[in-house]
């Protein structure tokens, strides 16, 4: 059973950037369509960036242009750049396959915006 890791969240204030990386097997990652979603307690797990094997993109309407989804397939990892952070992106965020058959959640990486 695949099980992503992510990392790189943190505490950080308005305006401000993160970048978060999601790691998993080159099997897992080869030819499959990476997603990132990020969940508040008590709301649904909400899709943010989508990216397929061959690097086409997707985002959500309340992060375009200011996040971008990437993927490094010889180090097996998907990223994350966050740009013009806000207070209202706070949640933990998680990686998965995009599509039929995900993977097991990982445990997410905390993504904290101060206003």
């Known amino acids: 059973q695949v099980q992503p890791v992510e990392s790189g969240g943190g505490l950080v204030q308005a305006g401000g950037s993160l970048r978060l990386s999601c790691a998993a097997s080159?099997?897992?990652?080869?030819?499959?369509?990476v997603g990132w979603y990020r969940q508040v307690p008590g709301n649904q797990r909400e899709l943010v960036a989508t990216?397929?094997?061959?690097?086409?993109?997707n985002y959500g309407d309340s992060v375009k242009g200011r996040f971008t989804i990437s993927r490094d397939n010889a180090k097996n990892t998907v990223y994350l750049q966050m740009n013009a952070l806000r207070p209202e992106d706070t949640a933990v965020y998680y990686c998965?396959?995009?599509?039929?058959?995900?993977?097991?959640w990982g445990q997410g990486t905390q993504v904290t915006v101060s206003s």
């Open positions: 080159r099997i897992a990652f080869r030819f499959n369509a």
């Open positions: 990216i397929t094997s061959g690097g086409n993109t």
């Open positions: 998965n396959r995009f599509g039929s058959n995900p993977w097991a």
